[in-house]
């Protein structure tokens, strides 16, 4: 019943995408047929991306965040801006695949209630519920595209004093595209192997004295590459308006709605004896194309306001409100009875059927002004939000493989496959009925300020505190848990410029991890064993050099850190649901070297490695597992991508990425090797309008794993892709 409804989905989906594209090509034939008649000219353009700031290339000058008082060189923590250039020539469709662009983030599965969908995790930690969208967090689980992306700021390192709770190990904040003052045109046409299609449309015109709109529409079908049966199929649409272009006060609204269907995977299953993912033919997929689906949307309204009081003052306000839902059924190849010796895999599931919708605001105020004659830059704001999550997953009848094993009977009714030979078509004939309901809610009210003094030319100061009251309730119908606490977080910081190019600092933060930060969706959920604990708090050390070359164009930086947890959640007996203590200690020690921008007016580069010894000092009960690593943390990982103009049309270049050997769990005992990956790309400018882009993505086919789960199965990353696109710009 489902898998019919998920077809019919998909004819219907594409009917949405060509309605999206014919209405967004409409307006391009309006907006060409406007070009030729007289427009108001306006005083002041913004720039392409001009977001607080500028950036040459690859190389960013600021983020998007007024809590930052200071551009990317000033301020004294590790931050890497991913913006669309980049973006573009990497060929980077998801957000996940952006994220490849700077070391030290691994990829983490959906797991037991933890729900499919993008989970990096920064230096250590899971960043899934501190991701966030101009500033806002973006809560329910999804899988986000790059259609409507300007540009991708990460921050390494504790962080709650700019996000709130979590933000262990650092948070992501992407920033959308807005209407603007230029009037611009551009068309994207994409074809690939693996029936690769895609179209992304970008609209903005000037539309009256001081008001602009911009549509961005996309449409995408693929299936994965070296991944039998398993594919993809996405279409969104973004507009905005903007009215005060270039007066005091300006208001944007936004509108983006997101759906993504697609046959799931969870790859292939560990052989328990090796602690490494099964040796079989790495196209094997263990799904059931009769059950299996996803379906996941998004639709996100915000409103943004902002006043110049005069050159020194601005005040802004957010508002947001999303609803997400992610809908699925995946096949979960399990080996826990021992089937794969045998030749046999389980196909039992992970299902979800949530609903999680959020409203928040964020009101703030931003300036300069002179305190004992030194400059003061500083902001201070407050934010408020309400959180809903509902969860219905279903009840999957997959036999008892758990116990029982792969019998004959579990592999005539196929809730058993070939573990070398598995047929996707099988007629699976079981039953689906929807299972208990589980109601979340989160209740958030946050006061911060950040200052900056710049005590001479080359002494600044930087200080942080934020105040956070969190209310966090679940009921699944028999059970009532709750959490409630309030907690400070701080942040600290010298730094010292020797010349105006460069900055030498010292920094430290801390953060705090209350239990339910998730919401219901995520992997801190509340539970029996934790509702009455402590949030974990985290102090972060950074020593840290950034360095401007070539008149700005070439930005380096390093820095070395370490991140302490003293009052981890670990379990106090043994057993899945054990009651937990905030006892544990866990200690990541490491270092980063950074690069973006361009070495020479024709070689542009972007990249860097990270080195993280990530401990388990401490863990309770399971005191064996006392000085492993981390799971899905890499000791090593290098991100590096370069262009090269060899004339002023033609562009040659290349990606090489390295992921270390990750572990899935806290036992040491499964992981997934080492990898290298090798990227090409080439473009070709044939005129002002036009520029062709063939990208070659895993360029020499490599079979690796990208994502380690703690018990059942490893993901297979793709395999090579091949892809031709026309940029065309009007």
């Not at 200080?463 to 119908?477: C, K, L, M, Q, V």
């Not at 990982?637 to 103009?645: C, E, G």
Request: proline share 4%.
């Amino acid at each position: 019943m489902k898998m019919a409804q998920r077809r019919n989905g998909r004819v219907r989906l594409g009917a949405h995408m060509l309605g999206s594209l014919t209405l967004g090509m409409a307006v391009s034939a309006a907006s060409a047929m406007a070009a030729d008649q007289p427009t108001p000219k306006t005083d002041k353009k913004v720039e392409h991306i001009e977001v607080n700031g500028e950036y040459l290339g690859y190389n960013t000058r600021k983020v998007q965040s007024g809590k930052f008082t200071e551009d990317l060189l000033n301020s004294a923590k590790t931050i890497t801006v991913i913006n669309q250039d980049l973006i573009k020539d990497m060929g980077a469709q998801t957000f996940t695949d952006a994220l490849r662009a700077t070391p030290g983030i691994s990829l983490g599965t959906g797991e037991g209630g933890n729900p499919y969908g993008d989970r990096p995790f920064i230096r250590g930690y899971d960043a899934q519920s501190s991701t966030f969208i101009n500033g806002m967090r973006d809560v329910g689980s999804q899988s986000r595209e790059t259609f409507n992306i300007e540009q991708i700021e990460v921050l390494k390192g504790p962080s709650s004093v700019y996000s709130g709770r979590g933000a262990v190990g650092g948070s992501i904040n992407i920033v959308t595209k807005k209407a603007n003052a230029e009037d611009a045109i551009n068309l994207d046409l994409a074809v690939g192997t693996d029936s690769l299609t895609r179209a992304s449309l970008d609209i903005n015109r000037v539309i009256a004295d001081e008001a602009a709109v911009r549509l961005n529409v996309m449409a995408h079908d693929a299936d994965t590459p070296g991944r039998n049966e398993v594919s993809g199929n996405r279409w969104g649409v973004a507009p905005s308006v903007t009215f005060g272009l270039t007066t005091p006060t300006k208001v944007t609204l936004e509108y983006y709605h997101f759906e993504n269907h697609d046959v799931p995977d969870y790859g292939i299953p560990y052989d328990q004896s090796t602690g490494q993912p099964v040796d079989v033919n790495p196209d094997n997929f263990y799904g059931l194309l009769s059950r299996d689906f996803r379906d996941n949307t998004d639709d996100t309204a915000s409103v943004l306001i902002s006043h110049d009081f005069n050159n020194d003052f601005q005040f802004t306000s957010t508002s947001v409100y999303s609803r997400n839902t992610n809908d699925y059924i995946v096949t979960n190849p399990d080996d826990t009875a021992g089937n794969v010796v045998n030749g046999n895999v389980w196909r039992n599931t992970k299902s979800r059927n949530s609903e999680t919708k959020s409203l928040a605001t964020q009101l703030q105020l931003a300036g300069e002004a002179k305190l004992a004659g030194m400059p003061n830059r500083f902001a201070v704001g407050a934010e408020f939000s309400n959180e809903r999550t509902s969860n219905q997953p279903y009840v999957v009848d997959t036999g008892n493989g758990r116990n029982g094993g792969c019998t004959a009977e579990m592999i005539a009714s196929y809730n058993c496959t070939s573990l070398t030979n598995p047929n996707p078509h099988d007629p699976w004939v079981g039953s689906i009925t929807k299972g208990v309901v589980t109601e979340t809610e989160t209740d958030t009210s946050s006061l911060y300020a950040f200052n900056t003094i710049e005590l001479s030319d080359a002494w600044m100061v930087n200080g942080g505190i934020r105040w956070d009251d969190f209310r966090t309730e679940s009921d699944n119908g028999a059970d009532t848990l709750s959490n409630e606490d309030d907690f400070l977080n701080y942040q600290l910081s010298v730094l010292y410029k020797p010349t105006i190019n460069g900055s030498i600092y010292a920094s430290w933060g801390t953060s705090s991890n209350p239990p339910g930060t998730s919401n219901g969706d995520g992997a801190d959920g509340l539970a029996t064993a934790n509702q009455d604990l402590k949030p974990e708090d985290t102090e972060s050390y950074e020593l840290g050099v950034k360095w401007d070359l070539f008149s700005g164009r070439l930005s380096l930086t390093s820095s070395i850190f370490q991140i302490e947890k003293n009052n981890a959640r670990v379990a106090t007996e043994a057993g899945r649901g054990a009651p937990q203590e905030n006892v544990g200690k866990q200690n990541v020690k490491g270092f980063e070297f950074g690069f973006s921008g361009d070495f020479t007016d024709e070689w542009h580069g972007f990249g860097g490695y990270t080195y993280l010894d990530a401990t388990l000092e401490s863990n309770g009960f399971n005191m064996e597992y006392d000085g492993n690593r981390f799971p899905n943390t890499a000791k090593n990982s290098v991100s590096l991508f370069t262009t090269y103009d060899i004339t002023e049309a033609f562009n040659l270049g290349g990606g090489a990425y390295y992921m270390g050997e990750v572990y899935g769990n806290t036992a040491n005992t499964l992981s997934i090797p080492s990898y290298w990956r090798f990227d090409a790309v080439s473009s070709y400018k044939m005129n002002e309008f036009l520029t062709l882009r063939l990208n070659v993505q895993n360029l020499t086919d490599e079979r690796y794993y990208d994502k380690a789960y703690s018990a059942h199965f490893a993901n297979m990353a793709p395999g090579r892709l091949v892809m031709l696109s026309a940029d065309m710009h009007f």
